[in-house]
């Protein structure tokens, strides 16, 4: 049973372009919530997604954007790239959309140049 | 506002004893609470959770925790530490209830190092 997968496992951006990444959720899961965990901080909810739309959001600005696919997959994605989106990007899975056993996977480390 | 308070940076203990790694949190009706451990550039795994019933929640590993409504308080505890349970951890909340349920709120994270 494949759990929550992530890619790429690492990137290197400049500012002000723009990147995507990519999520996969755990079999059976069909909620995605993306979580952005700076350097020496907790992870921080950007929004979350279910039946292909956004649920909720975070206090991120309009430069995250996401989208959920037909599959549950979900990609997160980031305009006019800062210094300070540095960070590790997580996505967790569950199932339904008020669940509260979330699932990570492993991440993908981004760095803005 | 939901919130997670880890007031410490960093636990220090000897193999062998045991630990425990504070928290506190504030949310708007009942709690869920979570811990999460995080090993170096891997993602947040799971260990244990509180939705309701016994305040005492034994998890992965030789973990328990003990819910304490009072004190706002979500202790995480092992009665005898191991080399292998340095890793980084991380307390977390969600409310019950209003539009911000399923969403986690975490806190900074606390640092265990276990020494031979």
């Known amino acids: 049973d494949a759990g929550v997968t992530q890619s790429p496992t690492h990137l290197i951006k400049t500012r002000g372009q723009q990147v995507t990444l990519r999520c996969s959720p755990k079999s059976g899961h069909d909620t995605v919530s993306w979580y952005q965990q700076a350097l020496g901080q907790g992870p921080q909810f950007i929004f979350q997604?279910?039946?292909?739309?956004?649920?909720q959001r975070g206090n991120f600005p309009d430069r995250f954007s996401g989208h959920q696919f037909p599959n549950y997959s979900s990609e997160l994605n980031v305009n006019a790239l800062l210094l300070g989106d540095s960070a590790l990007y997580l996505c967790a899975s569950s199932l339904g959309l008020f669940a509260y056993e979330q699932y990570f996977g492993p991440g993908t480390r981004l760095t803005v140049t | 506002a939901q919130s997670v308070a880890q007031p410490e940076d960093q636990v220090n203990v000897a193999e062998g004893n045991p630990l425990t790694v504070k928290c506190t949190y504030s949310?708007?009706?009942?709690?869920?609470l979570f811990w999460y451990v995080q090993y170096p550039n891997r993602g947040l795994q799971f260990l244990l959770k509180?939705?309701?019933?016994?305040?005492l929640v034994k998890g992965s590993y030789g973990f328990e925790a003990e819910f304490n409504k009072s004190q706002t308080s979500f202790h995480l505890k092992k009665p005898s530490a191991l080399v292998s349970d340095s890793a980084l951890y991380f307390c977390a909340v969600s409310p019950d209830r209003g539009s911000t349920l399923g969403r986690l709120y975490f806190g900074r994270g606390t640092q265990l190092t276990v020494w031979p």
């Open positions: 997604y279910y039946e292909e739309e956004e649920r």
């Open positions: 949310v708007s009706g009942n709690p869920y």
């Open positions: 509180y939705i309701t019933g016994d305040n």
